[in-house]
């Protein structure tokens, strides 16, 4: 994306797109991903948690003896950078920063960052190993009434609009690469269900 004005291009195609489709794409997020779910779960009692990119919130109620605060609105390695700067003084992360993250406080702490896969031939979407990795995925809207069959023969009111978000496709190997160069480490990682996720803790020295 070399030549575009980042900022701006991540307004317009994610977040005003999110604004709009808000009350929608919640209703379809309500099931955690077992990844998540296990990793926040594992957390000692009195953890202090941080979720970065939390959506609608439906990781903060997981584990009820953790305390999570949820946060939206970040940006890959600088969102991955600023985790392993929150962990260096001891608290701990679950999540991704293109998706979604959290924090634990622990006596090292550690991040679970789970991102979109480029390579997911199987699902819906198709997508795989040489397709573009920056994408635009449309998200359809409904909204009107449908007539039905025993009412008065006039025509559907139904309405589509459709929304396009921008999304950047992980390659096999790529989050841990950007985890690495935001000076962090790579305790566990893998594959689930079209996406790539990582466990990752600081260094023991912050990079500049």
């Known amino acids: 994306m070399s030549g575009i004005d980042e900022q701006a291009y991540e307004e317009e195609h994610v977040h005003s797109v999110y604004e709009q489709i808000a009350s929608h794409f919640s209703s379809t997020r309500y099931k955690p991903w077992p990844i998540v779910e ?5 957390q000692p009692e009195g953890s202090i948690g941080l979720d970065l990119g939390c959506g609608n919130g439906k990781y903060l109620g997981v584990n009820k003896s953790v305390f999570i605060v949820g946060s939206d609105r970040e940006r890959r390695v600088l969102a991955i950078k600023a985790v392993l700067d929150v962990l260096r ?15 634990e406080k622990s006596s090292r702490g550690k991040a679970l960052i789970y991102v979109w896969a480029l390579e997911q031939k199987h699902s819906r979407r198709g997508w795989d190993e040489g397709d573009e990795q920056d994408v635009m995925v ?32 992980y390659r096999k190997g790529e989050l841990e690469d950007d985890i690495k160069q935001a000076g962090g480490i790579i305790l566990d990682s893998g594959y689930e269900k079209d996406n790539w996720w990582a466990i990752t803790g600081p260094s023991t020295s912050p990079t500049s």
């Open 138 to 169: 449309p998200w359809v809207m409904k909204s009107g009434k449908k007539t039905e069959p025993r009412d008065a023969p006039l025509p559907s009111t139904i309405e589509e609009t459709t929304y396009h978000r921008y999304y950047h496709l």
């Open 89 to 103: 003084p001891g608290q701990g992360v679950s999540g991704s920063p293109a998706d979604h993250a959290h924090a």
């Open 38 to 42: 296990n990793f926040l779960r594992s």
